[in-house]
T-cell receptor, first 114, second 117 residues
């Protein structure tokens, strides 16, 4: 059974550049979540999809951030005009709608903005 | 508001010692779920256990055990006879949106466990 995958695993960019991350959830999981984790902290919720619908956005998700899940399968998270404060681990998780609320996480994308 | 507190920032033990990681949560909802995740140095969060608010039975899985007490809003995690491979950051998390709602997890800050040989 394939787990959640994320690409790339690492990204180094210069301030002001745009970056895009991809997440492939566990197949048949219709719920997909994005979290951000900074050093020494627990993950913080960014946004949530149920199928292709984006149902919730955190206040952490500024207008420079956008997420999509066009066909209800994989999702992308784009950050425009990156800032040094965007340096973090970006985690994706998915869950099944049937009974279990357990979220399974991918390996994350570690972003460093220089 | 919901909140998870893991007061222990770092714990260091010697192999074969028992260790307990504390978790205290806050919520006004009567239906909620509690989780523990393990984050090894590789960075991936590994699911360990889920417990719902209506089930206060303690659970044991091999060397791992969990003590859920609603009276003290705590969900503590004990590793018996710790091993070097247990070294990781452990997160306690809470979700209160069940059954058709968002279900985003609220995490504590984590406890870094170091097990020395």
């Amino acid at each position: 059974d394939t787990g959640v995958s994320q690409d790339p695993r690492h990204k180094i960019t210069k301030r002001g550049q745009n970056v895009t991350f991809r997440c492939d959830p566990i197949s048949e999981h219709n719920r997909l979540y994005w979290y951000r984790q900074t050093l020494g902290q627990g993950p913080e919720f960014l946004t949530y999809f149920q199928n292709e619908a984006q149902l919730e956005k955190s206040r952490l998700l500024s207008d420079r951030f956008s997420a999509e899940r066009p066909k209800g399968s994989f999702s992308t998270l784009e950050i425009q005009r990156t800032e040094q404060g965007d340096s973090a681990m970006y985690l994706c998780a998915s869950s099944s709608p049937w009974g279990s609320e357990t979220q399974y996480f991918g390996p994350g994308t570690r972003l460093l903005v220089l | 508001a919901q909140k998870v507190t893991q007061a222990q920032t770092e714990i260091s033990v010697v192999e074969k010692e028992d260790v307990t990681l504390d978790c205290v949560y806050e919520t006004r909802d009567t239906t909620y779920y509690l989780f523990w995740y393990k984050q090894p140095p590789s960075g991936e969060l590994v699911f360990l256990i889920r417990r719902n608010s209506f089930d206060e039975q303690n659970e044991i899985s091999g060397r791992y055990s969990w003590n859920f007490q609603k009276s003290t809003s705590s969900f503590n995690f004990t590793i018996t006879a710790s091993q070097v491979v247990d070294s990781a950051v452990y997160f306690c998390a809470l979700t209160t949106n069940y059954g058709g709602s968002q279900g985003n997890l609220i995490f504590g800050k984590g406890t870094k466990l170091s097990v020395k040989p």
